[in-house]
């Protein structure tokens, strides 16, 4: 009976731990998107006759995106970023990953640490350094606006790639590797019918940690391109600053609209890697 009382008080106890997350969920998650969606479908009314002010509920936000050559450019443009930065970073981050997940080469996870280091230092001064040095190369961002951009992005990005690859490298089934180069498959075959779809948790995770804060990056575009290419975090920022509250909500909005299928994405192949065993 005792037992039993002790272990309802403990498990009661281990529900109050949970408040503080509650607090925090609620405070800076639940509330400030709360905030945003109020905004985003809102729009300041003036009455003529009495000058009074108030909000009222409007479409006005979503039709300004939408009707928005500029605005839909500057997505489309984020897009186009985002999605090459990130393809540039698989090509460059898979082979490096699958080289560092080689315990024949790397013995102690130094290397690992080396890739990852860059991401200790201040993210500003690393694009500040960067531009130093293309500018140094004669890659500057008043000739070389999006050549310069993409190169910010892949410096800062590629990191967020080679971590998560190595995680899901080093837990290659290497008997099934080893199987089918016995079989005589050549190295491309055993390439894409065997390391890659092992591999497929880790490309995802790579690609959400990569893609979606290139989206919303602003300070690299600002500072390589020299203000000549606008991002959506650029545009998102600039409403915010002329005030432009209902439309920068909006955009903000959409932005984790953007988020959402990530994440479903995301939870999709971890339920797949669970209901399989882990294994690909």
């Given at each position: 009976m005792k037992s039993t009382k002790a272990k309802r008080f403990f498990a009661l106890q281990r529900k109050y731990l949970c408040i503080p997350y509650v607090i925090f969920l609620l405070l800076f998650i639940l509330v400030p998107i709360g905030i945003i969606c109020f905004y985003a479908f809102t729009y300041e009314y003036t009455d003529p006759v009495t000058n009074q002010t108030w909000m009222r509920a409007s479409g006005e936000a979503f039709l300004n995106f939408f009707t928005s050559k500029s605005k839909l450019n500057v997505l489309l443009v984020s897009l186009f970023i985002a999605t090459l930065t990130t393809l540039i970073c698989l090509i460059i981050g898979f082979p490096l990953a699958y080289f560092l997940a080689d315990k024949k080469v790397n013995k102690n996870a130094v290397l690992v640490t080396l890739f990852i280091a860059p991401m200790w230092i201040n993210f500003v001064l690393r694009t500040g350094?960067?531009?130093?040095?293309?500018?140094?190369?004669?890659?500057?961002?008043?000739?070389?606006?999006?050549?310069?951009?993409?190169?910010?992005?892949?410096?800062?990005?590629?990191?967020?790639?080679?971590?998560?690859?190595?995680?899901?490298?080093?837990?290659?089934?290497?008997?099934?590797?080893?199987?089918?180069?016995?079989l005589g498959a050549n190295p491309t075959q055993v390439l894409f019918k065997n390391i890659i779809p092992q591999a497929v948790p880790g490309i995802v995770s790579a690609c959400i940690m990569t893609f979606m804060p290139t989206m919303s990056s602003y300070v690299i575009s600002d500072t390589l391109s020299e203000g000549k290419i606008t991002?959506?975090?650029?545009?998102?920022?600039?409403?915010?600053?002329?005030?432009?509250?209902?439309?920068?909500?909006?955009?903000?909005?959409?932005?984790?609209?953007?988020?959402?299928?990530?994440?479903?994405?995301?939870?999709?192949?971890?339920?797949?890697?669970?209901?399989d065993g882990g294994k690909w």
């Open positions: 350094a960067t531009r130093d040095l293309l500018t140094w190369m004669g890659i500057n961002g008043g000739n070389y606006p999006y050549l310069a951009t993409l190169i910010g992005m892949v410096q800062n990005y590629l990191p967020f790639v080679i971590l998560p690859l190595y995680t899901t490298m080093i837990q290659l089934d290497k008997s099934q590797i080893e199987a089918a180069r016995d991002l959506f975090g650029n545009y998102i920022e600039l409403e915010f600053t002329n005030k432009a509250w209902n439309d920068g909500s909006f955009m903000a909005l959409v932005m984790l609209v953007f988020i959402a299928i990530t994440m479903v994405i995301s939870q999709k192949f971890s339920k797949d890697e669970e209901r």
